[in-house]
């Protein structure tokens, strides 16, 4: 476990470490970031106290599209360990954390392909709001994103709580990583599958071909694509970008 008080991003040190020849379990933590990457390009930043914020380096020797499983197996373990603290939370694909319809959290990973002796750097990135922002949610954030403080009965210390939720989440991820490489990815897709019920049969918005177009949600393939129905009852398959709540 590598501590840092401030760091601009988790996933962007950690990616310096894997290039530099650090291997799989290393955990980059940061008190405060920056610049924190989200998904599609954006920005995730943790003030100081509010979140947890952290990267874990692993290294399976798996084929590129093989590895999209170890994005399915973040979602999960952190869904199962925030369950212990919020019983709805669930998994807005590819990878946002939601309670109710709002972000309480999401990943970000990605492969760094390796030059030596060891296997391609998966780096997984986790962000999880444990507290509002000083001044609470501003602008695009407000009534969209929450926190764990706002949501729990009963007010747990937030250092307490974000240690508890990091050995939480890396003890669900190391068993799930166990049963996957042990017996393939059948179990993990059932608890993938699990993990996004909530969104199963809603309307949603997705991009397809360079617009918005809103979509049914029919359910996740094996492979971890969503799969959708338009308005023409034509079924496809999602494989990339985000998918959003709500109406055109």
Same mark, same amino acid.
């Given at each position: 476990?590598?501590?840092?008080?401030?760091?601009?991003? /988790?996933?962007?040190?950690? +990616?310096?470490?894997?290039?530099?020849?650090? =291997?799989?379990?290393?955990?980059?933590?940061? #008190?405060?970031? /920056?610049?924190?990457?989200?998904?599609?390009?954006? &920005?995730? /930043?943790?003030?100081? *106290?509010?979140?947890?914020?952290? $990267?874990?380096?692993?290294? @399976?020797?798996?084929?590129?599209?093989? $590895?999209?499983?170890?994005?399915?197996?973040?979602?999960?373990?952190?869904?199962?360990?925030?369950?212990?603290?919020?019983? #709805?939370?669930?998994?807005?694909?590819?990878?946002?954390?939601? %309670?109710?319809?709002?972000?309480?959290?999401?990943?970000?990973?990605?492969?760094?392909? &390796? =030059?030596?002796?060891? @296997?391609?750097? !998966?780096?997984?990135?986790?962000?999880?709001?444990?507290?509002?922002?000083? *001044?609470?949610? +501003?602008? =695009?954030?407000?009534?969209?994103? /929450? $926190?764990?403080?706002?949501?729990?009965?009963?007010?747990? @210390?937030?250092? !307490?709580?974000?240690?508890?939720?990091?050995? %939480?989440?890396?003890?669900?991820?190391?068993?799930?990583?166990?049963?996957?490489?042990?017996?393939?990815?059948?179990?993990?897709?059932?608890?993938?599958?699990? %993990?996004?019920?909530?969104?199963?049969?809603?309307?949603?918005?997705?991009?397809?071909?360079?617009?918005? =177009?809103?979509?049914?949600?029919?359910?996740?393939?094996?492979?971890?694509? !969503?799969?959708?129905?338009?308005?023409?009852?034509? $079924?496809?398959?999602?494989?990339?970008?985000?998918?959003?709540?709500? &109406?055109?």
């Amino acid at each position: 476990l590598q501590h840092e008080e401030r760091l601009p991003s /988790t996933n962007s040190l950690l +990616q310096q470490e894997a290039t530099c020849g650090a =291997e799989a379990g290393l955990v980059v933590l940061a #008190d405060v970031q /920056t610049h924190g990457r989200g998904r599609q390009g954006r &920005s995730w /930043t943790a003030p100081p *106290g509010t979140g947890l914020t952290f $990267s874990l380096l692993r290294r @399976p020797a798996v084929e590129a599209p093989e $590895s999209v499983r170890w994005t399915l197996l973040a979602g999960v373990s952190v869904i199962e360990a925030t369950k212990e603290l919020l019983p #709805d939370v669930w998994l807005k694909w590819p990878n946002d954390i939601m %309670a109710a319809d709002q972000k309480l959290g999401g990943i970000l990973c990605e492969r760094s392909p &390796s =030059e030596g002796r060891l @296997p391609d750097a !998966l780096i997984i990135g986790v962000g999880l709001n444990l507290s509002p922002p000083p *001044g609470g949610w +501003q602008g =695009e954030l407000s009534g969209r994103a /929450t $926190s764990i403080q706002e949501l729990i009965e009963g007010q747990v @210390p937030a250092p !307490l709580r974000r240690g508890q939720l990091l050995t %939480a989440i890396l003890g669900h991820f190391l068993r799930l990583e166990d049963e996957l490489l042990a017996n393939g990815p059948d179990s993990l897709i059932q608890h993938y599958r699990r %993990a996004v019920a909530p969104l199963i049969g809603r309307e949603v918005r997705v991009q397809r071909q360079g617009r918005d =177009e809103l979509v049914r949600v029919r359910g996740v393939q094996d492979s971890g694509a !969503l799969e959708v129905v338009d308005d023409a009852g034509g $079924s496809w398959a999602v494989v990339a970008g985000d998918v959003h709540l709500g &109406s055109l």
